[in-house]
């Protein structure tokens, strides 16, 4: 479900002052569903770059218009201006993947940006 930017703000916070653990996975340009290997080659060889990336780390800094994480890796800071956030979840995962969500997510935030930039954002169970 669509959320505007000040509720995602206060799960932020809320992440950020419970130390909670979240595993954050960008991919851009966001393809929902899985990838072929025509269109990992078609990025490779066509105009552009495709991009991934997993990282498990924790809300450091949250403000007006901006988050910040931390890791062992070091820092993202992602700004939440033009951007579409929805929140989702594990009860609301589909059929073949809720039991697993259920067991390992408390919630998932996910930032889709307009140059089709997404960030998953799962609250982990500890």
Do not use: N
């Not at 669509?2 to 809320?14: F, Q, S, V």
């Not at 393809?31 to 490779?44: K, N, T």
């Not at 956030?85 to 930032?111: D, F, G, H, K, N």
């Amino acid at each position: 479900m669509d959320i505007p930017r000040k509720d995602a703000l206060a799960i932020l916070g809320k992440w950020k002052e419970e130390s909670a653990p979240i595993a954050v996975i960008a991919e851009g340009p966001f393809r929902q569903g899985p990838v072929d290997q025509s269109e990992s080659l078609r990025a490779i060889h066509g105009c552009g770059v495709r991009w991934t990336m997993r990282q498990d780390l924790k809300v450091s800094q949250v403000t007006e218009h901006a988050v910040v994480f931390e890791g062992p890796t070091g820092h993202l800071a992602l700004t939440l201006g033009d951007c579409r956030i929805t929140y989702q979840e594990p009860r609301e995962a589909s059929s073949e993947i809720r039991e697993e969500a259920e067991s390992e997510t408390v919630s998932r935030l996910s930032i889709f940006f307009p140059d089709d930039e997404a960030f998953l954002l799962y609250e982990m169970r500890e």
